[in-house]
Structure formats: C-alpha cells, structure tokens
C-alpha cells in the first residue's frame, strides 16, 4: 500500500484549481455572558456530570463517594493518592485494560459545545479511552467561549503548546462515549469511557 506522502502527492498532481484559504476575519464567533454556566449546560446536554469542587474539598474522598465500588484507579496526578495504576510506569498500555475511574487533568473547558482540552500529560495515553468511567479536574476559571479561542489560546504559545508540542497529541473530549449507528439505538461507552465527571475546582 502507498504510503500518506504518495498518495498525497498523487492528489496534488491532480488539481486543476487552486483556491486561497478563505479569511477568518470577519468571522464572529459566539460568545455568553457568562461561559462557566454555558460550559456546565452543554457539558449536561453530552451526558456530562460536572460538579464544582468547594475550597478545602478533598478530592480523593469525594471521587470515593462518587465510584464506591471502583477497584482500579488509574492517575498520574500527584494529588490523587488513591490510585492503584499509574499511567506512566504501567509497561504497556494495554496494562490499563480493566481501569475502573481514570483521573486525568485538563487545560480548559469551550463553553460553545462543553469541550475540554487534554493535552498528553502521561506515557500512556490510554487512560483517556480505555477508563470504564473518566474524571476530568478543570479549574472553574478556565473557560473559554468558542473554539475560535480555544484554537486561538494553543496556537499563541505557553503551556499549553508546549505540551501539546513536546508529545505531539493532544484530544478535546466532551463527555462520554456514545453512538447509535446501529439500529438506532444509543450506546454509552461505544469507543471510549461510559462516564464523564468534570470536577471544576476552585481558584
């Protein structure tokens, strides 16, 4: 089979017409009076559970409230002391086969569609999609209004890219999995976790 490049190649070899990108300029894009709560309704309308953290909260207890009888806990977050799994020794990815909750951190939140930026943060991406239920921390005050911005905040440099640039990956996730392709019928946890929490967390 040709490789990308070839067949890329081959198909800029056929084009008869060019065209010039089109200017995003004049493009307005939606913005709210308030994004947190925007943020909080389209995370709910994906089938999303957000729950804002109180100051003093303890995280590992009210993850044990929220999945009592989870058994493997998969996290690399310092903070997240009940782990049993740890996506950055583990050998292979397929050694998270079997993660009950999988807690992972993310960048910021797009108000537009209840979108959350997860840049690689572990070895093992895996966690991300093979979690039976995922938890996601997200500082409240990191909103965005739209992917404009949220497009526009990874490409003007800081922490954000660089991450992004250092392991190459990076996903925007915005609830659970789900698909009803067949038949018609909705599937939770089709490709990817059954469950989305987002903690929003405190200043």
Request: proline residues 4%; hydrophobic residues 40%; contains cysteine.
């Amino acid at each position: 089979m040709a490789s990308k490049e070839d067949i890329l190649k081959k198909y800029r070899a056929n084009v008869r017409e060019k065209f010039d990108m089109p200017s995003l300029d004049d493009i307005k894009a939606i913005t709210y009076s308030d994004p947190l709560v925007q943020f909080i309704r389209m995370s709910e309308s994906v089938g999303g559970q957000v729950l804002e953290v109180a100051e003093g909260r303890d995280l590992n207890e009210l993850i044990r409230e929220l999945f009592p009888d989870a058994k493997e806990i998969a996290s690399n977050l310092p903070e997240i002391t009940i782990a049993t799994r740890n996506p950055d020794t583990v050998g292979r990815a397929r050694d998270l086969n079997g993660t009950d909750v999988g807690i992972i951190r993310g960048k910021f939140g797009v108000a537009e569609n209840g979108c959350i930026w997860i840049p690689q943060q572990m070895k093992e991406k895996a966690v991300c999609f093979i979690s039976e239920n995922l938890v996601i921390l997200l500082p409240k005050s990191q909103i965005v209004n739209n992917m404009h911005e949220a497009y526009a905040r990874l490409s003007k440099g800081g922490d954000d890219t660089a991450q992004f640039d250092d392991y190459g990956y990076g996903t925007f996730i915005s609830g659970p999995s789900k698909t009803a392709d067949i038949a018609q019928v909705l599937v939770m946890g089709a490709q990817a976790a059954r469950s989305v929490t987002v903690l929003l967390l405190p200043e």
